[in-house]
C-alpha cells in the first residue's frame, strides 16, 4: 500500500494499487499549477485510491482535467483526466516514500524549459507517452 499526503497533514491518501505510467511532466499547466519547473507523477487505478483524511479542493485546469490539492497548504496532490475515468494520476512527491514509485520517463518534453538539464537516461517524450 502506498501513502501520501500534503505538507501540513490535512490532506492524506492510500492506494492499494500498483504505479503505472510513471513520469516527469514537462507541460506547461503542470509548471504553473506547481510552481516548479517540472512534476513527477504515477497512475493508479481509481477504483484503487481513497483520501482517508481532510477533503482535498479541486481546481478545473483545462476542459478535460481536474486537479486536486490541499487548500490549507496548498500541495498538488492528484490529476483525473476525464478521458481516462478508471486511472487517477498522483503527484509523486506527495507520497510519503516517493523512492516507491520512480519515474521511467520524461513526458511533454516540447515544453521543457531550456535551463532544465535531462542527466537522467530516461527515455522521453516530445507530448504523451505513445498508447499502447
Do not use: K
Request: hydrophobic share 35%.
Amino acid at each position: 500500500m502506498l501513502r501520501g499526503g500534503c505538507f501540513c497533514g490535512a490532506v492524506r491518501y492510500e492506494t492499494t494499487g500498483q504505479p503505472y505510467h510513471r513520469t516527469v511532466c514537462h507541460c506547461s499547466i503542470c509548471r504553473r499549477t506547481t510552481g516548479a519547473p517540472f512534476v513527477a507523477w504515477f497512475s493508479v487505478p481509481r477504483a484503487a485510491f481513497r483520501f482517508v483524511r481532510g477533503t482535498p479542493a479541486t481546481l478545473r485546469s483545462s476542459p478535460q482535467a481536474t486537479r486536486s490539492f490541499c487548500a490549507r497548504c496548498g500541495t498538488q496532490l492528484s490529476f483525473a483526466d476525464d478521458a481516462a475515468p478508471a486511472e487517477i494520476d498522483i503527484t509523486t512527491c506527495s507520497l510519503d516514500d516517493p523512492g516507491q514509485a520512480p519515474p521511467e520517463d520524461h513526458t511533454h518534453t516540447a515544453s521543457r524549459l531550456a535551463w532544465t538539464a535531462l542527466a537522467d537516461g530516461l527515455p522521453t517524450h516530445r507530448a504523451a507517452r505513445p498508447g499502447p
